[in-house]
């Protein structure tokens, strides 16, 4: 099976990831992959691979995250 590229955004909080979702379609809330660290278990996971526009965006937004990274997925 071919894996794919994907950013993974890791918060400490559930609000944070739902906050996230309510703000964009570009992506989607899932559990978080056991090779990934996070706080809360989810995290949202986007094709978008543009990690310095995320970050703007969640900045813009005022959404609180912990972390961005690439895997594959």
């Keep these: ?5 994907v950013l993974i ?6 609000q944070d990831v739902l ?3 309510s703000k964009t379609k570009n992506g989607r809330m ?8 996070a ?3 989810m995290c949202f996971m ?3 691979l543009d990690i310095e526009k995320w ?6 937004q005022g959404v609180l995250y912990e972390d961005i990274v690439r895997m594959k997925f």
Excluded: H, Q, W
Aim: hydrophobic residues 30%.
């Design 1 to 5: 099976m071919n894996k794919e590229e």
């Design 9 to 14: 955004i890791t918060f400490k909080s559930i």
């Design 19 to 21: 906050d996230l979702e």
């Design 30 to 37: 899932i559990p978080v992959p056991s090779c990934v660290k």
């Design 39 to 41: 706080g809360c278990g």
């Design 46 to 48: 986007s094709k978008d």
């Design 55 to 60: 970050r703007m965006f969640l900045k813009e």
